[in-house]
């Protein structure tokens, strides 16, 4: 009689440890790209610095960056229009000339944001795509 009550009360407490002791998966401690040292959504970056950068780079050394876009909120330029985003793609994770020239022109042109997105990485063995988490990166 005794094993026949155990068995239950044995099967319970395992599964009960079981799924309390599992631990959630957060969004938010998947790490994004690291832009000019801002590893985190929303840092800060110099325009004096921001020239010195030439590549995103991720925090897996197996993994690398097969593509990513990089976007700019353009102010108008007479300050009354609509905001204009402009949108480069970029392949691998050293930037183009395209995007480090444009970088060149974002003080004088007051752009206060720098978004890249659509990261997609490759795993190890060269041919599985995977996307990974962007950033946000402000200037001043």
Do not use: W
Request: proline share 4%; with cysteine; net charge positive.
């Amino acid at each position: 009689m005794k094993k026949i009550i155990l068995t239950p009360v044995l099967l319970t407490m395992i599964s009960t440890t079981l799924t309390f002791g599992q631990t959630k998966v957060n969004s938010d401690n998947i790490p994004n790209v690291t832009f000019c040292n801002a590893a985190h959504e929303n840092d800060t970056i110099r325009y004096s610095d921001l020239v010195k950068c030439v590549e995103i780079t991720q925090p897996y050394k197996e993994l690398k960056i097969k593509s990513f876009t990089v976007s700019f909120l353009f102010p108008p330029a007479d300050g009354k229009g609509e905001a204009l985003f402009l949108d480069y793609s970029n392949t691998g994770g050293k930037l183009s000339e395209q995007i480090l020239d444009v970088f060149k022109t974002l003080e004088a042109k007051k752009v206060k944001k720098i978004l890249i997105e659509q990261v997609v990485i490759l795993d190890a063995d060269g041919k599985t795509e995977r996307k990974m988490k962007g950033t946000v990166v402000n200037l001043m």
